[in-house]
């Protein structure tokens, strides 16, 4: 039932990225959805799962985007992780790590893109300063209001479908 629930939060993800603008007063960022799913499956599932979850949701995303092939299934990898690594160090069930966590990957999404288009022979023009100041902050923001959200939803959709159970309060 984990790879059903990961195969439909990242399709829905998919689409609701492909369909959600991207905030021209934040540079043209794009929810970082995908990413959030990613997230999830890092701090609370096995390294396995959040290999899948960065490839496949990694392989969707550049199919959507205007990215070459295999650059955002590297990017979510190495944030996925990154954020796997230090679960044991934070509280994965808190709301404020989930924010500050969306905060960090946000703004590592961006600047993970960026580097791998300046190191590619993608890089058909110079990039702004400010511009790619404008977008990470962006994507930072996007990230702290939309992973806690991802979240939850993802939390209820597992205990719906029996992935985890749920301590009775009795």
Same mark, same amino acid.
Request: glycine fraction near 8%; proline fraction near 3%.
């Given at each position: 039932?984990?790879?059903?629930?990961?195969?439909?939060?990242?399709?829905?993800?998919?689409?609701?990225?492909?369909?959600?603008?991207?905030?021209?007063?934040?540079?043209?960022?794009?929810?970082?959805?995908?990413?959030?799913?990613?997230?999830?499956?890092?701090?609370?599932?096995?390294?396995?799962?959040?290999?899948?979850?960065?490839?496949?949701?990694?392989?969707?995303?550049?199919?959507?985007?205007? $990215?070459?092939?295999?650059?955002?299934?590297? *990017? #979510? &990898? @190495? !944030?996925?992780?990154?954020?796997?690594?230090?679960?044991?160090? =934070?509280?994965?069930?808190?709301?404020?790590?989930?924010?500050?966590?969306?905060?960090?990957?946000?703004?590592?999404?961006?600047?993970?893109?960026?580097?791998?288009?300046?190191?590619?022979?993608?890089?058909?023009?110079?990039?702004?300063?400010?511009?790619?100041?404008?977008?990470?902050?962006?994507?930072?923001? $996007?990230?702290?209001?939309?992973?806690?959200? *991802? #979240? &939850? @939803? !993802?939390?209820?959709?597992?205990?719906?479908?029996?992935?985890? =159970?749920?301590?009775?309060?009795?």
């Amino acid at each position: 039932m984990n790879l059903l629930v990961m195969a439909v939060a990242l399709l829905v993800s998919a689409a609701l990225q492909l369909a959600l603008p991207g905030l021209t007063p934040l540079g043209q960022a794009k929810a970082p959805l995908i990413l959030s799913v990613v997230l999830y499956y890092a701090l609370h599932r096995s390294l396995a799962l959040m290999a899948i979850a960065a490839i496949a949701g990694g392989v969707l995303c550049d199919s959507l985007e205007e $990215l070459p092939m295999g650059f955002s299934a590297a *990017v #979510f &990898s @190495v !944030l996925g992780i990154a954020s796997w690594l230090c679960r044991a160090r =934070v509280f994965s069930a808190r709301v404020l790590t989930h924010m500050v966590l969306g905060c960090a990957a946000g703004a590592g999404l961006t600047i993970g893109f960026y580097v791998l288009l300046m190191l590619s022979e993608e890089n058909l023009r110079a990039v702004a300063g400010h511009r790619l100041a404008l977008k990470t902050i962006g994507a930072a923001l $996007l990230g702290v209001f939309l992973v806690p959200l *991802v #979240f &939850s @939803v !993802l939390e209820r959709l597992d205990q719906m479908m029996g992935n985890v =159970v749920v301590e009775s309060s009795v």
